[in-house]
């Protein structure tokens, strides 16, 4: 195959072009190959460790590059990969979709755009004072709370009942092992991701595939521009830097959005959401191997009743769906 791409590339500018997207979509399809052959269960499960380890290597660019310079490159690097992705498979017809005009949809993706902008800034200023695992627990909170928000069963909050032991649990560290101001930028956080479920679904249906993720991040990068412009560290940035910042895009949300789409095919939504709730212990993990971050035992269990509360109102959610 290789060698007949060759010989076409000599012959037409054109024929070079499709030579190109053949290869690509070849190789596309190899990828798909190798990951169709990984448990999907193991496909989540590798999904929520690549943001994790994503967000512990931001920790380590924020000397050189700031949380709001690793943020911009972030959202930057992982528009332009989400794009080209969505390009090579919906085509340049599913870039936009028939019938987008700016004056109807561009509120949404710009809207979209700070709702993500948010997700990731004051994330990365929160792990500035508290640990990873911290920090995702109480992001986790945000579109947990919505749930029970748009519940009716009396069930859904006991779960968020156990959701605030956990928070209480955190009370008596609050000012003493814990950062206040962490903490709020986390709420703010969770805010923000409670306000993506509902936003990521009226972008899925005006985008094909991976569209609307791919221009909500052109929109969040451009919304996150002027802060790193302020801290001024993105003006030194060397090409480690850049790099590093590549690598977070990558493992924040690139990979993790091709393994889950992998993995959704083959795993049903129940179990899915059963896994995503792992994300705060996961964090934890990451947290305490890589960045050496000692958790006391009061921190421990509140992370474990965060992780209950979400399972327990994932199954509740789903026996309500039956």
């Known amino acids: 195959m290789t060698m007949q791409i060759g010989v076409v590339q000599a012959e037409s500018p054109g024929w070079q072009n499709a030579g190109r ?5 070849l190789g596309q399809r190899h990828v798909a190959s190798a990951l169709g052959r990984v448990p999907p269960t193991l496909l989540i499960l ?6 994790q380890l994503g967000s512990a290597l931001a920790t380590v660019l924020f ?41 109807r949809h561009g509120l949404l993706v710009l809207v979209f755009g700070a709702v993500l902008a948010g997700m990731l800034l004051p994330f990365f200023l929160a792990l500035q004072y ?13 579109p947990l709370t919505l749930a029970v928000l748009t ?34 930028l986390a709420v703010l956080t969770g805010v923000a991701w409670a306000g993506f479920v509902p936003l990521s679904k009226q972008a899925g249906r005006l985008f094909a595939g991976i569209g609307g993720l791919a221009w909500g ?29 590549f690598a977070v895009a990558l493992l924040s949300t690139v990979l993790p959005c091709v393994m889950e789409f992998q993995a959704l095919r083959r795993l049903s939504a129940r179990s899915y ?23 006391g035992l009061r921190m421990l269990i509140a992370i474990v009743c965060v992780t209950v509360a979400a399972i327990g109102m994932t199954l509740s959610e789903r026996q309500d769906d039956r």
């Open 21 to 25: 997207r053949n290869s690509l979509v």
């Open 46 to 51: 590798l999904s929520i460790l690549s943001v």
């Open 63 to 103: 000397s050189s590059l700031g949380p709001a310079g690793t943020a911009v490159l972030s959202a930057g690097f992982s528009a332009a990969m989400l794009s080209l992705a969505n390009r090579l498979q919906a085509g340049r017809r599913g870039a936009i979709p028939q019938g987008w005009t700016l004056q």
């Open 130 to 142: 508290i640990p990873l695992g911290i920090a995702s627990a109480i992001a986790f909170l945000g």
């Open 151 to 184: 519940s009716r069963r009396l069930l859904h909050f006991v779960w968020i009942g156990i959701a605030v032991i956990g928070l209480v649990l955190l009370t008596p560290d609050i000012g003493v092992d814990l950062d206040p101001r962490g903490l709020g």
């Open 217 to 245: 991040m052109w929109a969040a990068a451009i919304l996150l521009l002027p802060f790193a412009l302020v801290e001024g560290s993105l003006r030194q940035a060397g090409l480690a830097d850049f790099g590093g910042g």
């Open 273 to 295: 959401g059963i896994l995503m709730t792992l994300e705060p212990a996961l964090g934890a993990l990451v947290g305490a191997i890589f960045l050496s971050q000692d958790l």
